[in-house]
């Protein structure tokens, strides 16, 4: 049976945002969690066996106006775990995960961090689904109707779901009789950036945050374009100095082979494409790239079975892939093997399905395409001379017309930083920002828009240098190595200060 990652999951990938210099011009970028499609996310849901119990809240569609429709409500789901719970009347913490691009359900599971630390803690563990994805889906749940057009994905932003968030919490706090329990945030990705920005904008509500892999600094005029992607490059190439040649040089090889004749017959042989599939240059193109920018994303020290199942050190397994075969000119073999690492690590693929690089865009309206068409414009994608990807300038404009074309709206490129900050945030945040950890690992490509330098005594940045996308959320193993385990306990240690000194603010 052939594996199918629809190109639906692919093409506007936060990353795949990198689906820049072959195909459309357009980049829309994505967070790891927002490849895994709904269909895939339900599967690796397992049944809760008391893991969470699932509620409803009656959400309002719009915080911010008092036009009629704003009075509109919708069922917005969160999970809650109070296994270990203290209980109210000891005042014991509430842990909120602010949800993010995907299936709350499915992101419960893959944060064992808070489950762990709940006993330390005598912690309430609640998970928040963010408004427009899983089943908090306004306009009476139909995902056809709240993706219509920008009439109705107009309420999808930001500000909208920390408000929701916000919401949500001093209800439950008031349901539960836990007015004086202290609130710390977490979040992982986009999620992470929810969280640092919720710290930052209901200080009365949240006492702290936690924000893992969140790159608050990955907008326009802060970064450089070509950072993501100068990430991703240096992490293959530290692996294999031929792995980054090897890859580095197939881009063109893959196109000259494409057009000569029988070149496509020839390709799809060689990638081990199902017969049935119509395969293009740039559709192989864009699934090989996905497969090492995801790679590199996720390249956890044990194995994981996050977005898809992987060995420990994915990276350099990709590396070896391609390093073993060292005689001839074996180019398409060598990136077979490295992208079998990705897409059938299980063995168990006889053939491969992968899309064309002119699918129709309504597949992706609504969801990340939205908020990366409004507010979420991250420059990346752009590629130098020395990078692992075909040199390439990201273009702001080419979102801008592909965001007009397909809704009819035109991105708000610096409305974020209005909003939250992120311009000299060392000598703005240390005025009046406190009690945030920023996790990054520098082996994730986001950690170029992250917060790597601590800002105060009270705004920590935490940086591994073997870490990935926000790993120390992830449970714990007896492999993880010992670098994994002390971030971990500074986090642990730090958030022990935060309540602590909430304990003693009471008295």
């Not at 006492?207 to 969140?214: F, R, T, Y």
């Not at 294999?240 to 029988?262: F, H, M, Q, R």
């Not at 507010?375 to 020395?386: K, Q, T, W, Y």
Request: net charge neutral.
């Amino acid at each position: 049976m052939a594996i199918f990652f629809h190109y639906k999951t692919i093409l506007f990938s936060l990353f795949c945002l990198l689906c820049f210099a072959f195909t459309s011009p357009h980049i829309i970028p994505k967070f790891p969690s927002s490849i895994v499609s709904p269909e895939l996310q339900q599967l690796s849901i397992s049944s809760q066996n008391g893991f969470y119990r699932t509620k409803f809240f009656t959400q309002i569609l719009d915080h911010f106006n008092y036009n009629p429709q704003s009075y509109d409500t919708f069922q917005q789901r969160y999970l809650i775990n109070d296994t270990y719970w203290g209980g109210a009347k000891k005042k014991a913490p509430i842990f909120v995960y602010m949800g993010s691009e995907a299936d709350i359900e499915w992101i419960t599971q893959n944060t064992g961090f808070m489950f762990e630390k709940a006993p330390y803690f005598n912690a309430l563990l609640v998970f928040i689904e963010h408004r427009y994805y899983g089943k908090s889906i306004p306009f009476g749940g139909n995902d056809e109707v709240a993706n219509r057009n920008s009439s109705t994905l107009g309420y999808m932003s930001s500000t909208q779901a920390l408000a929701d968030y916000a919401t949500l919490i001093i209800d439950l706090k008031n349901n539960l009789s836990a007015i004086d329990s202290p609130i710390v945030v977490f979040g992982g990705s986009y999620g992470g950036m929810l969280a640092a920005w919720f710290r930052l904008k209901y200080p009365h509500i949240a006492i702290g945050a936690l924000a893992s892999s969140a790159p608050i600094l990955q907008f326009l005029d802060l970064v450089s374009p070509y950072k993501f992607t100068n990430i991703v490059t240096q992490d293959y190439k530290s692996e294999s100095e031929n792995c980054y040649k090897v890859i580095k040089g197939s881009w063109k090889l893959i196109e000259d082979t494409a057009n000569t004749p029988g070149g496509i017959e020839q390709l799809r042989k060689s990638f081990r494409i199902c017969k049935n599939n119509t395969i293009s240059a740039g559709g192989l193109k864009n699934w090989l790239r996905s497969a090492f920018l995801y790679t590199a994303m996720t390249d956890y020290p044990t194995p994981t079975n996050f977005i898809t199942p992987l060995p420990a050190y994915p990276v350099k397994k990709m590396c070896e892939a391609i390093d073993s075969i060292s005689t001839g000119n074996e180019t398409f073999t060598k990136l077979y093997g490295a992208a079998n690492v990705f897409y059938n690590y299980s063995g168990t693929v006889p053939c491969f399905h992968i899309g064309s690089d002119s699918e129709d865009s309504s597949l992706y309206r609504g969801g990340w395409d939205w908020q990366a068409c409004t507010e979420m414009i991250l420059p990346l994608g752009g590629n130098n001379e020395e990078s692992i990807f075909p040199a390439h300038k990201w273009n702001l404009e080419d979102t801008i017309s592909y965001c007009k074309n397909e809704y009819d709206i035109v991105p708000r490129p610096h409305w974020i930083i209005a909003e939250f900050g992120g311009k000299d945030i060392g000598r703005v945040l240390k005025r009046f920002g406190s009690n945030i950890i920023f996790f990054n690992g520098l082996r994730d490509p986001w950690s170029g828009g992250g917060v790597l330098k601590n800002i105060s005594k009270t705004l920590i940045a935490i940086v591994a240098k073997e870490g990935a996308h926000h790993i120390d959320l992830r449970f714990s193993t007896k492999e993880d190595p010992e670098w994994l385990n002390d971030v971990r306990k500074q986090e642990v240690k730090i958030i022990a200060t935060w309540i602590s000194q909430y304990y003693q603010d009471l008295l």
